[in-house]
């Protein structure tokens, strides 16, 4: 079985500072590691999504996210933050060559974007 | 619009009511799936739908609950019997199988949720 841990329920920064945003996961199989974001009263969205080659991936928003397997490890970082990104972002994980293709989610990070 | 669409986005119903949502899923989605998301947490997964079968269901979805896809398309899921521990919000999701095989994964398409309250 899998499983996500987001250690960090709120994280607070100020605008056009630099964040990080930690995701741990434990499996016993290969995994697809996903970052999805979650407006107020918005369904979830995909920043960005791993599957294979280069550990570091970049997606949406200016966000990037970097693979690291045996921290078992899957931060997501931006350089410089706006306003606009305070949301929830969910890190989540997929069975690689499951038969459900399910994602399983963390609890998620508050990002809260201070002016 | 041609994402995934759920009806109805808000539901308060009465301890003990029956309560039912409809997620219509992107056209050529053959996966759909139900996850409950409680506050302060991310989404569990609830049921996973590959056409009209229902694939997998997860011990979280106890007898008051089903779900059905009858035609492949669009989904339901329903509660009878409402408790107040019910109060969530029920996302549906979909996405595309392809041909299968150990490569295949997806990201899945999310709609923007039904939030029900129990009284």
């Known amino acids: 079985a899998q499983s996500v841990t987001q250690l960090d329920s709120q994280v607070p920064v100020f605008e056009e500072a630099p964040v990080e945003l930690r995701c741990n996961y434990s499996s016993s199989v290969s995994v697809y590691l996903f970052w999805y974001v979650q407006y107020p009263n918005q369904g979830l969205q995909l920043l960005l999504k791993y599957l294979s080659g280069s550990t570091l991936v970049k997606g949406i928003n200016g966000f990037e996210a970097e693979f690291n397997k045996s921290q078992t490890s899957f931060h997501l970082r931006k350089p410089s933050v706006h306003i606009s990104d305070t949301a929830e972002y969910f890190c989540?994980?997929?069975?690689?060559?499951?038969?459900?293709?399910?994602?399983?989610f963390g609890t998620g990070t508050l990002l809260a974007v201070q002016p | 619009d041609t994402g995934v669409s759920q009806n109805p986005r808000h539901k308060i119903t009465k301890r003990g009511q029956n309560v039912t949502f409809r997620c219509d899923p992107i056209?050529?989605?053959?996966?759909l799936y139900w996850y409950r998301q409680t506050l302060g947490q991310g989404p569990e997964f609830l049921t996973y739908f590959q056409n009209e079968a229902q694939l997998e269901k997860s011990r979280l979805l106890s007898d008051r609950f089903s779900a059905e896809r009858p035609k492949g398309s669009f989904s339901t899921l329903e509660i009878q019997r409402t408790e107040q521990g019910d109060s969530a919000m029920y996302l549906c999701a979909t996405n595309l199988r392809l041909g299968g095989g150990p490569l295949e994964t997806g990201e899945l398409f999310f709609g923007e949720g039904s939030r029900l309250t129990v009284l």
């Open positions: 989540a994980v997929q069975n690689y060559g499951g038969a459900t293709n399910k994602l399983i």
């Open positions: 056209s050529e989605h053959n996966r």
